[in-house]
């Protein structure tokens, strides 16, 4: 170890109603160290954060901090203690509709022992010195809402250094930044760690984790399987740990085709990434998967029309595609089943058959009249080719199980012909009996278009697709035919390339 135990958790547990979401966490975070925490989404990290950053109260455990017990009430109580978090979600650090310089000083300005006069010559002095400490090249006048989101993510980041904390955790803290704004964080990150900060990274970036990680803690289903300490540090078991090797696997005949539904030439959908090109078959399933933040949504929303690449041409059934928005592309035969069910996808207060005709009113209609007996049979065509469970087509979603739910989103767009079938992260959140019904359905029903799977899990991947593609860096870096699949190779290009890469 670097230093000693700046922060000590001990059997942290926490439950939400009935579902347990931490079963007994233990943690240390050590002085002048960065500790790396990875894990899937729903492994418990943003639970164990909110816990240490008194956002949430813990059910069970205890924390201490610089050897005195540490139980934040508040996010203000446990900064006041020393310990800031930056969250990812960037408008929690930040107060859009002031301006740099307040917002770099507003924890002075508000806290204890504050000034009743307010000394705007005082607010950009201090301001100032915060900036300069972190190398801010931002005008300090400027308003937070008129910034670009790279530039809020730094003044967020600015004004938690500004507490001179003792344990500074950032969540996800290179998610909107460029690679030189990133630089200028991991040159910040490097100072805090000689002046004895410990620091807890969260992120999926494997060249973050390469660049900063003196060692790595994985999460999975709410309890930490795996602490990586030993120099050189072990990144694939890191991942491995993470994701987890229990693959249980039903034996599918894997198959290729030799037309075209798709093909990508060129394609570029970030700054500074390398173009992505490939080929996807009449009748195929492909999967990419990757870890989290890797651009797999991103690539979806910019095959949907929700974005625009960069750069870079795509061709659907032998014509040019570059759909200006999502009815284009809908208009087109390209169909998206969107990564959160609830934000983007179900509409609760409508029934099963209002959501699976919702996109599809115009082609259900005539003379402008929706065809309800036409929208009636087909959410019953579906339920039954789905495994709905229901009572009948009129249950509304708010009454279904999550896998249901989730059933339903995906009969929604299996309801009509696709050219592209494409699911962002399908399986989430339901069990592996839903899982396996709604793969059984997509790869029944495959010939005639490209189906096209967004999945972080292994096991997803390897019981659904024909080929599994790996993206890491907003890029495709391996592809594997699903038939004897060299299964380190294939966690090795996860976790973010060849090992001997590493730093």
């Not at 402008?368 to 709905?388: H, M, P, Y």
Request: charged letters at 25%; glycine letters at 10%.
């Amino acid at each position: 170890m670097v230093g000693n135990a700046v922060f000590r958790a001990e059997g942290l547990r926490k439950s939400f109603g009935h579902n347990e979401v931490l079963g007994g966490v233990s943690l240390e975070l050590h002085a002048g160290e960065v500790t790396v925490l990875m894990g899937a989404n729903g492994a418990g990290k943003s639970t164990l954060v909110k816990i240490i950053s008194g956002v949430y109260e813990r059910g069970d455990g205890t924390m201490g901090l610089a050897g005195q017990a540490f139980a934040p009430n508040t996010p203000a109580e446990a900064i006041r203690a020393g310990v800031v978090t930056v969250h990812q979600n960037i408008n929690d650090g930040v107060v859009a509709d002031l301006d740099v310089a307040t917002n770099l000083t507003l924890d002075r300005l508000s806290g204890s022992g504050a000034s009743f006069l307010f000394n705007p010559a005082r607010v950009r002095r201090q301001a100032k010195a915060v900036a300069d400490r972190m190398g801010l090249a931002i005008d300090l006048k400027a308003r937070v809402s008129d910034l670009s989101l790279a530039d809020r993510q730094v003044v967020a980041i600015a004004r938690a250094l500004a507490h001179q904390p003792k344990v500074l955790i950032l969540d996800e803290p290179t998610s909107s930044l460029s690679s030189a704004e990133a630089d200028r964080l991991f040159a910040l990150i490097d100072r805090l760690r000689e002046q004895g900060v410990a620091i807890l990274y969260i992120s999926h970036r494997m060249s973050d984790i390469r660049r900063l990680a003196d060692r790595i803690v994985s999460m999975r289903d709410g309890v930490i399987s795996g602490v990586f300490d030993k120099k050189p540090l072990d990144y694939e078991g890191a991942v491995n740990a993470m994701l987890g090797r229990k693959i249980h696997l039903d034996q599918i005949v894997v198959r290729s085709s030799d037309k075209a539904i798709l093909t990508i030439e060129e394609l570029r959908i970030a700054q500074g990434a390398r173009p992505i090109s490939l080929t996807l078959g009449d009748g195929e399933v492909v999967a990419i998967t990757g870890l989290v933040g890797v651009g797999k949504t991103a690539l979806a929303e910019t095959l949907f029309g929700v974005r625009k690449p960069l750069s870079g041409t795509m061709v659907l059934n032998g014509k040019p595609y570059a759909p200006e928005t999502t009815g284009e592309a809908i208009a087109a035969g390209v169909f998206l089943v969107a990564k959160d069910r609830g934000e983007n996808g179900i509409v609760s207060g409508f029934n099963i058959q209002e959501n699976i005709s919702l996109p599809f009113h115009k082609r259900m209609s005539r003379l402008g009249v929706l065809r309800r007996r036409l929208e009636r049979s087909t959410a019953r065509r579906q339920i039954e080719e789905l495994g709905i469970v229901c009572r009948s087509e009129k249950d509304e979603l708010a009454a279904l199980s999550g896998g249901n739910q989730q059933k339903v989103m995906v009969a929604r767009w299996m309801a009509q012909d696709a050219g592209l079938f494409i699911l962002d992260e399908p399986f989430q959140g339901v069990d592996i009996s839903a899982r396996r019904d709604i793969a059984a359905k997509l790869r029944a029903s495959a010939n005639g278009r490209a189906t096209l799977l967004f999945v972080t899990e292994l096991d997803e991947a390897l019981e659904t697709a024909d080929r599994i593609l790996v993206m890491s860096e907003q890029t495709i870096v391996g592809e594997h035919r699903n038939a004897d699949v060299d299964l380190d190779r294939l966690l090795a290009e996860v976790a973010g390339g060849p090992l001997h890469s590493a730093a």
